[in-house]
């Protein structure tokens, strides 16, 4: 009896050992080699074809760092989870900036819900949790060169290391958590723009640029060079002359008043950006945007060299005050120019103009006239390069460029132009709209059914029980 009651003890330890077993080996097995299906209509559990192409030929691991809110904690980590699922060479956290505002100081965060990607010493902040951001945020991570902006300085520019309130100091920081370089150019004494550079911003000169600066900006922006251009409509008439006639864009001066954003609680000098054309820099764009003193921008309705696409316009309500020195703001017929008012533009090249100037370019001409004629070709040649034109520079500045979508617009501006080429572009998924009508017919049947019909069946059917069991 003894030596068959061990026998059943032993055989129910290793019964129980060999369950444990299993179950440990099921759990390995369900965590290194996890199936998952989206059932959903619109895939919303899933990522894009492009995405999970890029997931599954990383070249080595990217450490994902998260900062959301709270409330958002758990929507940021089955979004990262999702990226994880198609690749172990990603890797996230999450950490709450509130309690780790260490960790959120070391790493620049300036807003909840912002993702850090780092890859060896190479680092991108993105700044909200769409697939789109993120999947672009691991293309700049994967360049092998950091890239590096100039940021013209010297002619009374915005100061680039300044954070006072009209200083560019927050605007590097967020150009460099986006993983670029970020230098002063002072062209008065280089005379040419560094070969190095990826882009060239012009933060609103307050004095008229020397000929050895258009001169050297030209040639950057002819050979192919991008350039950002911000003007202000006190910004000197030499500047804003130099983008008509480089760059088909008229500024002729003027504020910009918008008294829908008085209704929305901001300033008649302030025009409030809630819509924008469709164009390479907003695709997908919906935040609004902010252009504290704002000057209108003209494009040459007749341009055949290059191809100019408006990127935000403000309201139809708004127009354009022409006299700066008049204290009255309101609407004056004949005098102010009607809205809406284009507030940013991008110009780029067109390539038909430039095959078609170059086939005929010195044809039937003698050879004394040829340098001459070439200077003149390349003055009205098309250009090589890109550029993205703003009539405000304030909306960068300290004092405002955390309101709204403005650091957002800005980065996508510098984006599109130094990488608008390695980006991808996905279309965000819309929830399908599928409603169930009844009918006037059909919803008399469904009262009937559920409200008379079934409890009355279910009376009848308890009264039968009941009364054959009483007569038991």
Known sequence: MKRRNVLLTTNALISAALVAVLLVALNYLGTEHH???????????????QTIKILRTLPGPIQAVAFPSADSASRYRDFLETYRYYSRDFQYRIVDPDRNPAEAQKYKITSYGQIVLERGKATYTVDDATEEALTNGILHVLETTRKTLYVLQGEGEAPLDDFTRGGLGTAKQALTGKGFDVKPLYLVKTGQVPDDAAAVIVPSPTKDLLPQELGALDRYYRGGGKLLIMVDPQTPA??????????????????????????????????IVTQY???????????????????????????TTVTITPIAKSSDASYVKVNLNSRDIRFQP???????????????????????????????????????????????????????????SAFVRNAYIGLVGNRDLFTSAVAWLTQSGNLVSIAPRASPFDPFIVTGRQGRLLFLGSVVALPLALLVLGGTVYLRRRSL
Not at 238 to 260: M, N, T, Y
Not at 277 to 303: C, G, H, M, R
Request: no cysteine; proline share 10%; aromatic share 6%.
């Open 238 to 271: 030499g500047v804003r002359a130099w983008l008509g006639s480089e760059f088909h864009v008229r500024a002729p001066g003027g504020l910009v008043i918008d008294p829908v954003s008085r209704l929305l609680g901001g300033d008649f000098a302030v025009p």
């Open 277 to 303: 054309p469709y164009n390479d820099i907003t695709q997908n764009f919906t935040l609004a945007t902010a252009f504290p003193v704002s000057t209108p921008l003209e494009p040459e309705a007749k341009v």
């Open 35 to 49: 199936v998952r299906w989206d059932l959903t209509a619109t895939r919303e559990h899933s990522l894009s074809p």
């Open 334 to 392: 004949g005098v102010d120019r009607k809205g809406p008012a284009i507030l940013a533009v991008e110009v780029v090249p067109n390539p038909s103009a430039s095959s078609s100037g170059s086939s005929t370019a010195g044809a039937g001409k003698s050879p004394a006239a040829k340098p001459a004629e070439a200077a003149a070709k390349a003055a009205t040649a098309a250009p090589k390069g890109s550029a993205v034109l703003f009539g405000n």
